[in-house]
């Protein structure tokens, strides 16, 4: 079953995009802000990094590379945005609800 998540880009606003499974995705602009819930405990954790990519780009490898693995409920992501690299990082953290 299709659900509808949001990648939410506190620079650009909100973009919608389909995933296979039930996740909560937030960007913050500042990694220190991004706190992980109390109640969340991370089973695993995938960083990404690509370079030269925009971010609907980014959005949809990430998408990608959720898709392939089968339990995953709960994302807590968070991203820098580095133009003068143009490069970009991206922590997923992963949590299985059940």
Same mark, same amino acid.
Request: hydrophobic share 35%; glycine share 2%.
């Given at each position: 079953?299709? +659900?509808?998540? !949001?990648?939410?880009? $506190?620079?650009?606003?909100? =973009?919608? &995009? @389909?995933?296979?499974? %039930? $996740?909560?995705?937030? &960007?913050?602009?500042? /990694?220190? !802000?991004?706190?992980? %819930? @109390?109640? +969340?405990? +991370?089973? =695993? *954790? $995938?960083?990404?990094? =690509?370079?030269? *990519?925009? /971010?609907?780009?980014?959005?949809? &490898? /990430?998408?990608?590379?959720?898709?392939?693995?089968? #339990?995953?409920?709960?994302?807590?992501?968070?991203?820098?945005?580095?133009?003068? *690299?143009? @490069?970009?990082?991206?922590? +997923?953290?992963? #949590?299985? /609800?059940?």
């Amino acid at each position: 079953m299709q +659900v509808t998540g !949001k990648f939410i880009d $506190v620079t650009k606003g909100a =973009k919608a &995009y @389909s995933f296979e499974h %039930p $996740v909560s995705i937030t &960007y913050t602009q500042d /990694l220190e !802000k991004l706190s992980e %819930p @109390s109640d +969340v405990k +991370v089973d =695993k *954790q $995938v960083e990404v990094t =690509k370079s030269a *990519q925009t /971010l609907e780009q980014k959005c949809n &490898y /990430l998408m990608e590379e959720i898709s392939k693995k089968a #339990r995953i409920y709960y994302i807590a992501t968070s991203h820098t945005w580095k133009t003068w *690299q143009k @490069s970009w990082a991206m922590k +997923v953290y992963c #949590r299985n /609800l059940l």
